[in-house]
């Protein structure tokens, strides 16, 4: 901290203090004053002018030079207001209350921020255990059914559940910046759908669900990111089929409805994906989105990450679409992703 540079930042107070002076000297010059007096007063004022400005300037420079000593002698240097011994002034006290909010919200962000890898750590272990059933799978049936055709040996449906996995993967890495690699135009909600299920065509038929899709053409245009929708879409399938009743054929209607206008929405169109599975316990509705939260059903036997619907909210939101969830224990859930009728992107 230079005093040549703490003046300039100040130079308003000398232009004022010459300004006295001056009209002083002037004053005496009119009362025919003696000019050893004016040359006196002028002394003086201009002395108490840079006197003054010096001690400030020693002030504030002990003040930060303080601050910077005990910072520099710690590893976690935004904890050093804690230590720090501040004058008994205005100016310190805001500072020191200045640097306190800052010192909390760093201690937040970074509380966050390993939350944030906790939670990924613990998505990796999950997501290792569950594509190693696949694999394992898959080597099962190339060692027992090495007479048998490819095609009709079920591997297919295993590298599925190991591209599904990936996929995900794949998505939740790129979660956090969605906005540099999206594209918003028209889409064709009902070629989406149909490509979705299709994709998933094998593993439905095996399980023997009937599936029901209808008035999937909307009224007004939907503008979204086409591939984004699919992965939620996809996402929302994969449940309905991981969450079906064993004893009971997994039944899946898939349609839009149409909505009016409200508080939030200016009219549009919500997807709504119905199924007849176990459902979710009404205690558990309002975390089905939070990332992690497997529930009851996902700690029954069925392999659950937590992350397929935390990553479809998550991506609605970005896509300035809206996400909501319906559902009865033992009679099924119905997942409804809202389009508005003029998204704000």
Not at 29 to 44: E, F, K, W
Not at 66 to 89: G, R
Not at 139 to 148: P, Q, S
Not at 213 to 233: C, M, N, Q, R, Y
């Amino acid at each position: 901290m230079k005093f040549s540079r703490y003046v300039k930042e100040h130079i308003l107070w000398v232009v004022l203090a010459i300004f006295l002076v001056i009209t002083t000297d002037i004053l005496l010059m009119t009362v025919r004053g003696s000019l050893h007096a004016a040359l006196y007063i002028t002394g003086v004022a201009l002395l108490c002018c840079f006197l003054g400005m010096y001690l400030e300037y020693r002030k504030s420079r002990r003040l930060f030079e303080e601050v910077k000593s005990k910072q520099d002698l710690m590893d976690k240097k935004y904890l050093a207001v804690e230590v720090a011994e501040f004058p008994e002034s205005q100016e310190a006290e805001m500072l020191k209350d200045i640097l306190k909010q800052s010192e909390i919200a760093m201690t937040d962000h970074v509380a966050a921020y390993r939350r944030d890898i906790e939670y990924y750590k613990d998505y990796i272990e999950t997501w290792v255990h569950e594509i190693k059933i696949p694999i394992s799978t898959s080597r099962m049936i190339l060692e027992n059914h090495k007479e048998v055709p490819l095609a009709q040996s079920g591997i297919d449906a295993e590298i599925d559940r190991i591209e599904g996995y990936v996929e995900q993967a794949l998505y939740y890495a790129k979660s956090t910046e969605v906005e540099k690699d999206y594209f918003i135009k028209e889409i064709d909600i009902k070629a989406i759908v149909m490509q979705e299920v299709k994709k998933r065509k094998k593993s439905l038929i095996a399980m023997k669900a009937v599936m029901d899709l209808h008035d999937l053409t909307p009224v007004e245009k939907i503008k979204s990111d086409g591939k984004w929708i699919a992965f939620i879409i996809g996402q929302i399938l994969e449940n309905s089929m991981k969450y079906a009743k064993k004893e009971e054929a997994l039944k899946l209607s898939i349609y839009l409805e149409e909505y009016g206008n409200d508080e939030r929405r200016e009219g549009g169109c919500a997807l709504v994906i119905r199924d007849n599975g176990i459902g979710i316990k009404n205690a558990e509705l309002g975390r089905v989105f939070d990332k992690g939260f497997t529930g009851s059903n996902g700690r029954s036997g069925r392999a659950s990450t937590g992350i397929g619907l935390y990553l479809c909210k998550k991506l609605c939101r970005r896509l300035q679409h809206d996400i909501c969830i319906e559902s009865r224990e033992g009679e099924g859930t119905a997942v409804k992703i809202l389009f508005s009728a003029k998204p704000e992107l």
